[in-house]
C-alpha cells in the first residue's frame, strides 16, 4: 500500500508543481509583490497531498516559542523535503537559507529569489560567510524569520553529525536568539526516497537560546534537539 500511496502523491505532486510552475509566469511578470503568498499556496498544496495521500499526520508542538511577528532565527533539523515545506505554513514570512544551485532550477528558481529566500554558494568559501551575514541583515530589516539548517544536509533520524558554525555567526551578527527545532520527518519522506510512509510526523519547537559564543551556542542547539527528540518519537 504505501509503494501505491507514493506512486500516486510523486505523480500529483509533480504534476502540481509543474501547473504552478508555469502559473507563476504571470506572478513574475505582473504581481511580484504576490510571490510568497503564491509559495505559501503551493507549499499547502503539497502537504495537504502528503498528509492525505500518503496517511501522515502532522503534530506541532512548542508553537508558543515562535514569534507571530517580526524576524526570528529558527535552527531545524533537517531529514526531509518537508522540513522545506512546513514553515512556510508556520509563519507569516519565512526566509528560508538555501544552497545557492536551487535558484537556477527553471520555473521554481526565479520563484525563489522573488519570494526573498537567501541563496549561498557554499563553495565560495569565506565570501559566503559575507553574503550570508549581508543577506541576515537584509531578511531581518524585512522582518522575515530565517529558518536554517545547521546540519548543512539532509541527515537521517537520530544521526548527529557536526554544526556548521553560519547559525552563530547569523545569532552574534544580529543579537537575535536561535529557536531550535527537532523532527522525525526523514521516517516518512527519507531522503532521496521514492517510498513515502504513514505515520505520525512531529515538528518539536523548544525555547529560544540566547546569543553567545559560536562553541557554546552550536553545543546548546545540540543539546535542545536531544532534549527535544523524545517528544519527535526518537
Known sequence: MAVVRSVVFNIVAFVLTGVMGVGALPIRWFMPGHALAYAKLWSRLVLWLFRTICGVQVRVSGLEHLPQSG????????QSAFDT?????????PCYVMKGELTRIPLLGPMLVLTGMMPVERAAGARALRLLLQGTDKAVADNRQIIIFPEGTRTMPGEHVALKPGIAAMSSHTGLPVIPVATNSGLFWGRNAFVKRSGVLHVCIGPSIDPTRRAVLLEEIEKSWRALEPGCGL
Open 71 to 78: 524576524p526570528a532565527l529558527i535552527a531545524s533539523q533537517h
Open 85 to 93: 515545506l512546513v514553515w512556510m505554513l508556520l509563519l507569516p514570512r
